[in-house]
Structures are given as C-alpha cells and as structure tokens.
C-alpha cells in the first residue's frame, strides 16, 4: 500500500450527476399547482417528445424503470419459447426474459466487444426460437447488421437491452432505431437518468397502444381490460428529473470523456491489463470503463487493492447470469463469457470524477500490479 495515493472519499465506480437545483424546483412547483402527479401527466408527455428529439427517433414509450420496460416489451412482442441472450449482462435482463415464461438460451459473448457473437447464434436457433435479446454491453454497440440479417432470415425478433448505451449513436444513426425494441435504462447510475425510469424505442408503430396499455394494468378503456398487465408507469417527478437531465447530457457525456480519455493514456500498454477499444464508427457515451485482467485472481487483487484506497471498483458482471443459483444453469455453456467474467473489472466513470482522480486510481493501479505476486 502507498500511504499518499489513499482517497480521502470513497471513489464510487458511477455517480449520478444533479441538475440545477432551482430548475428542478421550478418543475416541482409547478407540480404542486396543477396537482397532476403520474398517468401520463404534461410533464410526461413533454419528456418523451424531447427524447424523440435528442435520439432521432420515432417511436418512445416511457416506463417507471429499465426492467419493467423490457419485460413488457417481451410481452407486447407475444414471444414464446426459447429467446437466444447473453449470460455476461446485469440480473435484469434474464429474469425479464424469465418472468415472461421464456426460455433464456445462453450464447457465447465476443471475447473483445463482450457482446453476444453473432457467429454463434445461429447453431443455438431450433424451431421454438422466437427471439434474440442482445445487450449493448457498457454501451458499446453489438454487430447490428449481423443480428438483423440473422434474425431476419429465420423470423426472430430482435430486442436490445440498450439500458447502457443512451445518446450512442452508429454511423451516424441514433441506436434506439435498430432491432424491433430497444430498452434505455434512466436509472440514477446511468449516464442519463429520471431517478429511476426506462424507456423502449421500437420500429412498429402499432405496438404503442399495447405498450401503453401493459404498463397501465392492461386497461384499454375505462371499461375495458384487454391484457393482463401492470403497473410501470413514469411519473411526473421522474419526468421532471428527466426534462432537467436532458439539459446536462452533451456536458456530462463530454466529462466522460475527459476520464475516458485519461484512463486510456495511462493504462494503455500497460502489462495483464486489456482496455475496451471503441469502435471509429461510434459516437460513444463512456457509460463504463472497464478493464479486463490477465486472470481471475490478480482481478480480485486488484479489486481488493482498490477498496482498500477507497477506490470502489465493480465486478461487472460477475457471476454470469447462467451462474446465477435462481436458475439452472451453469455457466460452462459459454467458456469465453465465463473467462470475461472472471477477469473483468469497471473503474470508476462518472463525469464528478475529475482527471487527477483519474490519474491517481491509475498510479494505484500501476503501484498494485508491480507489488503483485503469483
Ligand atoms: N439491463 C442492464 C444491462 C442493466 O445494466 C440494467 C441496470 C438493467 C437492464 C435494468 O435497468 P433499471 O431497471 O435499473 O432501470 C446498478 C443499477 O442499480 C442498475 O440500474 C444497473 N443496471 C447496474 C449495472 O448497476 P448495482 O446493484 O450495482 O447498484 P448500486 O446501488 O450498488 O450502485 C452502484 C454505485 O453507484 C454505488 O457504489 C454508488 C453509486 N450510487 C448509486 C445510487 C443508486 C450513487 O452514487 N447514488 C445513487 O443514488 O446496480
């Protein structure tokens, strides 16, 4: 340990970054006078108007968080049987696909992107396949042409779990405009939040009354209950925080990048530590940054190390999804997910999180892998 490098505050692996007090204020306020507090309130409907604006994209519905957004879009799309996903993702998007009655099955992950890899999905399709629920994994978009082409050959929708990658764009185009569905998270440790909230974009316009009806109880019309739904809506607090957020995004993504930047010039060549290249064609928004170790032990040194500096380092996903003991499965089904997972560790990427921080949690890293031994 090095004495000097020691933070005097924890250094949390996300922050969530505040607006202006006053402007959310100002919304709340006018809350209060108009008494009108969720169930697609003013407030609401302006939020998902701008979002449609600032992602270029058609089709949004709003939901009270990422989850429950997804779960109904599996639902809305009536899919059965078996969903071909990844095991290297957050808890959220297997149990959404579990608590639809689905069967996850577990495609490898490329052992560079840590996306699914789209070269080995199509041995995992039988005739129950309906569907390929993809995670742009830290943001970094998955091999969109390839899915689709994919996916369109044998009748499959697809389904990005999108809740890391706001305001990416590729080529151009904003992602919330590929795949049939695409889940944004607003959730507070996300680069973009409504304290909690979730978002899906989708192609087919016709899906938005079904949408809106799933997360309202599945009521149709005052008399009338034609699904059997639930409660997820977002309410107007959330989508005031969202309205506000939505002022600060370009300053936020672009502090980011500033850590971003940092990180990959201090941490760039260094030995047993693999960096997640962006692709050129990308306009990224640095939601992570992770690193990958040379094997599990060192990462959970590492790891170790950090917390003691007050550096607080997250497991990323670890355990896989398919290791989970709520499921069956076991992990050995996708050997190089498994390897990512055990190696895989996320800095600390927020934009509080200033370059010197960054330049300090850097030298501890440097310092810990020197004074590491097998
Ligand atoms: N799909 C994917 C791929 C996802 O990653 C997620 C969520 C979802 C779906 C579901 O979306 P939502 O339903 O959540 O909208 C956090 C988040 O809670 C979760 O939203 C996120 N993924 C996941 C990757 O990270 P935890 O269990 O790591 O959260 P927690 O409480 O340990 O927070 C992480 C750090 O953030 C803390 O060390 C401190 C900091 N923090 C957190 C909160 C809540 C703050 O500074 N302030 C805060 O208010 O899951």
Known sequence: MKKELIFDHSITVTQPSLPNYASYIAYVKDIWERKWLTNNGPLHEEFKNRLKSYLSTT?????????????????????????????????????????????????????????????????????????????????NPCELEAIQAIATKHNLKVIYD??????????????????????????????????????????????????????NFGITSPETVDYIGTNAKMNEFQSAMGLCNLEIVDKEISSRKNAYTRY???????????????????????????????????????????TKYNVIARKYFYPLCSQFECYDYDGNETPVALDVSDRILCLPMHANLDVKEVSQICDIIRYELGDYSE
Not at 191 to 203: K, Q, R
């Open 59 to 139: 089709n949004v519905e709003l939901f009270t968080n990422g989850h429950l957004a997804l779960e109904i879009s599996l639902k809305a799309l009536e899919l059965e049987g078996e969903v071909i996903t990844t095991p290297f993702t957050f808890a959220s998007t297997i149990h959404a696909i579990k608590n639809c009655n689905l069967e996850p099955v577990f495609c490898d992950i490329d052992p560079v992107t840590y996306n699914i890899d789209p070269t080995k999905i199509e041995e995992l399709i039988t005739d129950k396949t309906s569907a390929i629920v993809a995670v742009h994994v830290f943001g």
């Open 162 to 215: 999108a809740a890391h990658a706001f305001g990416v764009e590729v080529d151009g185009n904003g992602i919330a405009n590929y795949g049939d569905v695409s889940m944004f998270s607003f959730h507070a440790t996300k680069v973009f939040h409504s304290i909690e909230g979730g978002m899906l974009s989708f192609s087919d316009e016709m899906l938005s009354p079904i949408l809106n009806a799933l997360k």
């Open 264 to 306: 990959m010039e201090e941490l760039t060549g260094l030995d047993d530590v693999q960096l997640l290249k962006l692709p050129e064609n990308i306009k990224p928004n640095y939601a992570y940054f992770p690193i990958l170790l040379k094997d599990h032990k060192l990462r959970n040194f590492l790891s170790d190390r950090l």
